[in-house]
């Protein structure tokens, strides 16, 4: 593209680590990746394929932002936690229609949980275009901006890095302990790699369908309230630059293991940093960053194929027979 490789590499990897701004920024970033990326682990393991984080981020958005603006006047403490309930309960709701649709009528909950990202999106403007709109904000689709007793407080001065990245901190060490002392992680993971095998055994695969689906939909209702309760501050009609889908690409490079996600989380972060800061300082487009996180998966998936196979060429020997008529 013209510029410099080396200048390029800097910019994306080194540049926005150079301040404790910065670093952050990078939690801020993290944050919402990690979160749901623990949760869709947890469900890639039992084969259980939720791409439709995006929508139920924006979901969890919409409802715990409703309880900021129906308390818009109240200060009280309750108000948050009012609010980081309501985000798990949208996102939980969300997910739970393709888990109805998956064990009631045998649906494919990629194919549900995906499109439902759309009607998340569109329910979100309709409303920041609609009801919920600023009557003070010059008719810009937004909404009112949430009052103190409704954003999460910042936790290192100077900084927007706020409480939310405690909750992704915890989030990594509940599922670990869920995945690796408890027997519903234990049944997630035989289902998971012998379906038939846990059928035998007496697990539900209804149940872990269930489970998977709304343990992720909380998560990513989770998220969703983080960021407009924390650097956002209001709804808008996009809230996300695409965290929910992203975050399919972290927990695979976790290797959908909670520590591995929270390190691929964090380098996913990094690279939505570098891709701001070539933009501004080397004026590469924003696309830049998507054109690196997907190739960080295909190289990835191409590195398991290689593992579970070895290329061989192998030359196919003939014997020329010649006959003799007479």
């Not at 003070?136 to 910042?154: K, Y």
């Not at 295909?298 to 020997?317: P, S, W």
Request: net charge neutral.
């Amino acid at each position: 593209m013209g510029v410099s490789p080396s200048g390029a590499l800097y910019a994306f990897f080194i540049q926005p680590l150079t301040s404790l701004y910065g670093w952050a920024e990078l939690g801020v970033k993290a944050t919402p990746l990690v979160l749901i990326g623990i949760a869709l682990s947890i469900g890639f393991r039992a084969g259980v394929w939720n791409i439709g984080a995006e929508g139920q981020l924006t979901l969890g958005a919409i409802c715990g932002g409703g309880v900021a603006l129906l308390f818009y006047e109240v200060d009280s403490v309750f108000v948050l936690p009012l609010m980081i309930i309501a985000g798990m309960l949208g996102g939980m709701f969300w997910a739970a229609i393709p888990a109805f649709l998956r064990v009631r009528f045998n649906a494919n909950e990629i194919l549900t949980s995906l499109m439902l990202t759309y009607v998340a999106t569109l329910l979100l403007s309709l409303l920041v275009h609609g009801p919920w709109r600023d009557p003070d904000g010059f008719n810009f689709p937004e909404s009112r901006i949430f009052s103190d007793s409704a954003t999460l407080p910042t936790i290192l001065q100077g900084t927007r890095l706020h409480l939310g990245a405690l909750f992704a901190l915890g989030g990594v060490l509940l599922t670990w302990v869920l995945m690796a002392r408890t027997i519903i992680g234990f049944q997630v993971g035989v289902i998971g790699q012998a379906p038939a095998a846990g059928k035998y055994a007496g697990f539900s695969i209804n149940q872990i369908i269930w489970f998977t689906l709304l343990l992720g939909g909380a998560f990513a209702g989770l998220s969703g309230l983080i960021e407009v309760a924390g650097p956002i501050g209001q709804l808008l009609p996009s809230i996300s630059p695409g965290y929910g889908f992203t975050a399919i690409i972290v927990a695979f490079v976790g290797r959908l293991h909670p520590v591995g996600v929270l390190f691929a989380g964090l380098l996913l972060a990094l690279s939505y940093l570098g891709g701001e800061t070539a933009q501004i300082t080397m004026n590469l487009p924003l696309a830049v960053t998507g054109v690196f996180q997907g190739l960080l998966l295909f190289f990835l998936l191409a590195c398991d194929v290689l593992i579970g196979y070895r290329l061989q060429i192998k030359q196919t020997k003939t014997t020329a027979t010649q006959g003799v008529s007479s």
